[in-house]
């Protein structure tokens, strides 16, 4: 298994990872590529370079995860120094990559076997990431409900058709608390989807729970939405079904407005 991880719009991110995914798949790796969206301040050429180069990726990879810069605008406090800023980008882009691997390598309460996360990542085109993390009493509750309630991730695991979440805490973590995590998310998933999850113990995090999710398996639609434009994309469920609305992509910095978005709670994340 590779992961692929890059900033693009610049020169080294953009040229590059294409180039290194095509060798991974065919090699015949299972490649992953999480890389981020530049800031919609960094300028619309540099977005549109990031544009151009995500596509060639994407062809290239099994499953690609963008994460939207302008996402953590939702998170960040107005005090945030703009180093700190691409710093928490950073973050987010290695805690799903930790998300992932630890699934696969750490012993835990669950073992996970990799054919298992194979069988749902492979060519399974563009996909999204939700974090959560708590250390409250009802810390389970919480840190599942932070991963699956952010922006999207709702309409999101709805519409998926497999799904591989991530419960990392300490020693301290009880069986229970993995119960109400799954609950949590199997309760917003589709009955049909493809479910893998995997429980790992690390002594790095006592007295706190971390969840992680990958969405995958999306219609082509969809994919395009997520990919041109996240804020556009949006299922609305009544009791006719579900329908999806789209936002052309030169309606992205128009809905990133910092005066017209939704503000989400803190630490919820989902890309």
């Given at each position: 298994?590779?992961?692929?991880?890059?900033?693009?719009?610049?020169?080294?991110?953009?040229?590059?990872?294409?180039?290194?995914?095509?060798?991974?798949?065919?090699?015949?790796?299972?490649?992953?590529?999480?890389?981020?969206?530049?800031?919609s301040?960094?300028?619309?050429?540099?977005?549109?370079q990031a544009?151009?180069a995500?596509?060639?990726?994407?062809k290239?990879?099994?499953?690609?995860?963008?994460?939207h810069n302008?996402?953590?605008?939702?998170?960040?406090?107005?005090?945030?120094?703009?180093?700190?800023?691409?710093?928490?980008?950073?973050?987010?882009?290695?805690?799903?990559?930790?998300?992932?691997?630890?699934?696969?390598?750490?012993?835990?309460?669950?073992?996970?076997?990799?054919?298992?996360?194979?069988?749902?990542?492979?060519?399974?085109?563009?996909?999204?990431l939700?974090?959560?993390?708590?250390?409250?009493?009802?810390?389970a509750?919480?840190?599942?409900?932070q991963?699956?309630?952010?922006?999207?991730?709702?309409?999101?695991?709805?519409?998926?058709?497999?799904?591989?979440?991530?419960?990392?805490?300490?020693?301290?973590?009880?069986?229970?608390?993995?119960?109400?995590v799954?609950?949590?998310?199997?309760?917003?998933?589709?009955?049909?989807?493809?479910?893998?999850?995997?429980?790992?113990?690390?002594?790095?995090?006592?007295?706190?729970?971390?969840v992680?999710?990958?969405?995958?398996?999306?219609?082509?639609?969809?994919q395009?939405?997520?990919?041109?434009?996240?804020?556009?994309?949006?299922?609305?469920?009544?009791?006719?079904?579900t329908?999806?609305?789209?936002?052309?992509?030169?309606t992205?910095?128009?809905s990133?407005?910092?005066?017209?978005k939704?503000?989400?709670?803190?630490?919820?994340?989902?890309?």
């Open positions: 298994m590779v992961f692929i991880t890059a900033g693009m719009g610049g020169g080294t991110g953009s040229g590059a990872a294409p180039v290194v995914a095509q060798i991974a798949k065919e090699a015949g790796y299972l490649t992953v590529g999480v890389v981020t969206y530049p800031f301040f960094e300028g619309r050429k540099r977005s549109l544009l151009e995500i596509e060639k990726l994407q290239n990879v099994d499953t690609l995860i963008v994460i302008d996402r953590l605008l939702d998170i960040a406090d107005e005090q945030t120094p703009l180093q700190n800023a691409f710093l928490l980008a950073d973050d987010v882009l290695c805690q799903g990559v930790q998300g992932i691997s630890d699934i696969i390598t750490i012993p835990g309460l669950v073992n996970v076997d990799f054919a298992d996360v194979k069988a749902i990542m492979k060519n399974s085109g563009t996909a999204m939700g974090v959560g993390a708590s250390s409250s009493r009802n810390r509750e919480e840190a599942a409900e991963a699956t309630l952010a922006p999207l991730i709702g309409s999101s695991i709805q519409s998926a058709t497999g799904i591989v979440y991530n419960i990392t805490g300490g020693k301290d973590i009880t069986l229970q608390e993995v119960n109400i799954s609950q949590v998310v199997t309760s917003l998933a589709d009955p049909s989807a493809n479910i893998i999850f995997g429980a790992v113990v690390d002594e790095r995090f006592n007295g706190e729970i971390h992680t999710i990958i969405a995958t398996g999306f219609t082509q639609s969809f395009n939405t997520l990919l041109n434009n996240p804020r556009g994309a949006k299922l609305v469920d009544n009791s006719k079904g329908t999806e609305s789209t936002v052309s992509p030169d992205l910095s128009s990133n407005s910092p005066s017209t939704p503000q989400p709670p803190a630490r919820n994340l989902f890309f």
